[in-house]
């Protein structure tokens, strides 16, 4: 078992019993954080999601780089989903510059997204959440009793990576996204290869998305406020407006009046919490739930044979949830491919101006926000940076803090199992979370914010 | 008859993107068959499973940013018979070495009111400059056939094949047009190693260094062109402070170029 992990069950004087569940390092979640949780008299007395990912500064030393260096800097925080941070930093210096971009270059934005979105969401799908479900430390371990189950996910993400390297050069920080569109774009010619493999992938994403309907989910349905993107059409990237399913419906720049960000102890990276009504859930749960009558006739189909009702409350869900979108993903793309035309012209010309811009997409994991002062020789004065997990932390511990009476019988060993597998729920991704530059400082209710 | 115990394998994080450790399990087509070949010991981003060292094989992502991890860093090198760095934040700081050139006490005055929450070293270093490394691999991120080439180097005991010549080489060899003398696009190719196979010049654009300074580069040089084809001095500050700002033959043509 995992070195380093304590568990201790204590009796004291008064014969209270005492119980400390605590994971020192998260295994199968990306960046570094922990659990500990604390149990007394069978009750729960605290849950800390810890965060210690080390911060790296990003909104610090993007100050005085060039407006079109963003896309390029702020994929480095994270390398799973790089795309999310190239999408959601283009169309937020667009915004600054007054630009909307449409044609065939927000399709081929959209198609690399798809990329992207298959293969992060086949990675947490196969990797890193289906091995709790069927009780094994890995999918390596699991590939030797379900090797076909691995084998085709395998296939299935790299098609996925398969995209993004076509669009983008390469699959982990690519280099082709550009504000005002692309370095170079393909010939319809490029596609004939890939569209093929997505008719075998469409197959395998059906597949997995009733695979996954058969796991075993425990009981455990939780009131939640869902936020994401809405868009007039279509399910949602990179525009539309903002909304939750308790009456927030605003515009991606009024994110800022909404929505606060405040620094607890245990955490390195913020929490960020809508300010009328505290703890949220963003991420492909909300997603569908919000969007559901935007998917194509066959993902609706799908997920609701696959046992989803149209508003998904089991967190232990979100791993259909994950493979319906695989699937609508895949569609959306063979879509985009077969009407695609090559345009006359890579990007759009761009000539600075002071402003600011804001811009949001949905990220694999949720809603990514940017925003930036530039200046009119086109330097970052000023940039914030919202990733989707700083945006989850208090609905995980929330989740822990509900779940655990339910499985309080366990020993701590099982319980400690269950405790990560809910927050695996998330796909948490801890090396996005953190990388703050305002700290807002909450010590004895008293709220300190700092530029 | 006792058959030979596999190589230990194990995968360490520090201050990065998780990017590197990523392109193992990008390896689709080689995942299964790599870990047929060894023991996968440590590696929390794919596995619970942790098993004690002393490990054969230590990939260490990531740079050094924090005491804490300082001190760890030292562990795990106690604990492995090779330590290969992957990508530019375990070899150069990565981009968070940024930092490393901003008055330190006015940067941290900004982001710490309350520097008792969360400890942070004044620089981003890479993991040699802590410990002995057996073998840097470079880049922004790592090519992965490079890491598959790496890793069955090590376990066969002999040297990896990872060239030192420049991104220019790439051009030649895929049979891409200079985009420096054919369009006039300021690129790093000429002082970058080789390593990404010369995308961005393929995809028209110029050079951005991921891979960091190639053997002996020729950086005066290189800045004289990027004036002639436009660039200022804070262009050319920006355009060597980039994932491999801390590189030594980066660090000091940045500086050269520093406005005083």
């Known amino acids: 078992m995992k070195s380093g992990k304590k568990k201790k069950k204590t009796k004291n004087n008064n014969g209270n019993r005492r119980r400390r569940i605590k994971v020192n390092y998260m295994a199968r979640v990306e960046g570094e954080g922990g659990l500990d949780i604390r149990i007394r008299n069978d009750r729960v007395t605290d849950v800390k999601l810890r965060i210690f990912e080390p911060p790296r500064f990003f909104e610090a030393f993007l100050r005085d780089r060039m407006f079109t260096e963003a896309p390029d800097i702020t994929a480095r925080i994270c390398g799973i989903c790089p795309i999310a941070y190239q999408m ?29 979105w298959i293969e992060s969401h086949v990675l947490h799908v196969a990797m890193l959440h289906a091995p709790d479900f069927l009780g094994y430390q890995d999918a390596i371990a699991m590939a030797k009793d379900h090797p076909d189950i691995v084998k085709n996910a395998l296939q299935l993400k790299k098609i996925g990576n398969d995209l993004v390297t076509l669009l983008g050069g390469r699959e982990i920080h690519p280099i082709n996204v550009r504000v005002g569109g692309f370095y170079r774009v393909p010939a319809k010619s490029e596609f004939k290869e890939i569209r093929e493999k997505l008719n075998w992938a469409l197959e395998t994403a059906v597949g997995m998305v009733r695979w996954t309907g058969t796991l075993p989910f425990p009981d455990f349905e939780q009131d939640y406020v869902f936020v994401s993107l809405r868009h007039p059409q279509e399910y949602p990237f990179c525009e539309g407006r903002l909304v ?90 063979i ?117 | 008859m006792v058959q030979p115990r596999k190589p230990k394998l194990a995968v360490w994080k520090f201050a990065s993107c998780d990017g590197c450790q990523l392109s193992l399990l990008d390896c689709e087509d080689e995942l299964l068959a790599v870990a047929g070949a060894v023991d996968i010991a440590n590696f929390p981003e794919a596995s619970r499973a942790v098993a004690k060292g002393p490990y054969d094989l230590s990939l260490v992502e990531g740079s050094i940013t924090t005491p804490h991890d300082a001190e760890r860093i030292h562990k795990i090198r106690r604990n492995s018979k090779y330590l290969i760095t992957i990508g530019a934040c375990a070899t150069a700081g990565g981009i968070q070495a940024l930092r490393n050139f901003q008055d ?62 420049s991104v220019c080489m790439e051009c030649k060899m895929r049979g891409a047009v200079c985009v420096m003398t054919a369009r006039g696009i300021p690129c790093l190719g000429p002082v970058t190693q080789a390593g990404c196979g010369a995308l961005c010049p393929a995809y028209n654009r110029g050079c951005y260094g991921c891979f960091g300074p190639m053997e002996t580069p020729n950086t005066p040089s290189l800045s004289k062109w990027w004036k002639k084809l436009g660039a200022n001095d804070p262009d050319l500050v920006r355009a060597f402070r980039g994932f491999n700002a801390y590189a030594e033959e980066f660090r000091r043509e940045s500086e050269a170029h520093e406005v005083r």
Request: aromatic share 8%; with cysteine; proline share 6%.
């Open chain 1, 244 to 333: 939750s399913n308790n009456g927030l419906d605003i515009a991606i720049d009024e994110f800022p009046q909404h929505f606060e960000e405040s620094h607890v102890e245990h955490s390195t990276s913020l929490h960020c919490l809508k300010k009328d009504s505290g703890n949220y859930f963003v991420g492909p749960q909300a997603r569908y739930s919000l969007n559901f009558d935007r998917l194509t006739p066959l993902a609706q189909e799908e997920a609701l044979k696959a046992g989803l009702a149209k508003t998904c409350r089991n967190p232990f869900q979100s791993i259909i949830v994950r493979c319906v979108e695989t699937l609508w993903a895949v569609q959306e793309a």
């Open chain 1, 88 to 116: 959601s930093s283009v169309h937020a210096m667009e915004n600054a510059l007054g630009l909307s971009i449409g044609g065939p270059i927000r399709e081929l934005r959209r198609l690399i997204y798809c990329g992207e």
């Open chain 2, 104 to 165: 330190v006490r006015e940067f941290i005055s900004i982001v710490y009111a309350h520097p008792e929450y969360i400890e942070s070293l004044k620089k981003s270093t890479p993991i040699a400059e802590h410990v002995f490394v057996d073998f840097e691999l470079r880049g922004c991120p790592i090519n992965k056939m490079q890491l598959v080439e790496v890793i069955s180097a090590f376990l066969n005991g002999r040297n990896p094949n990872t060239p030192r010549h």
């Open chain 1, 335 to 451: 879509r985009i491919i077969d009407n695609y035309e090559m345009p006359d012209s890579p990007a759009v010309e761009l000539e600075p101006r002071a402003a600011t811009g804001h811009g949001c997409s949905e990220a694999p994991r949720g809603i990514l926000y940017h925003r930036y002062r530039i200046n009119d020789q086109g330097l970052i004065e000023d940039a914030e940076i919202i990733p989707p997990t700083s945006q989850n932390q208090a609905t995980i511990e929330n989740d822990l803090r509900e779940m655990i009476p339910k499985f309080i019988h366990l020993e701590d060993e099982k319980l400690k199992w269950q405790c990560e597998q809910a927050v695996r729920n998330y796909d948490p991704c801890i090396s996005c979370s953190c990388h703050f530059l305002r700290l807002n400082l909450d010590r004895d209710g008293a709220v300190v914010s700092l530029p």
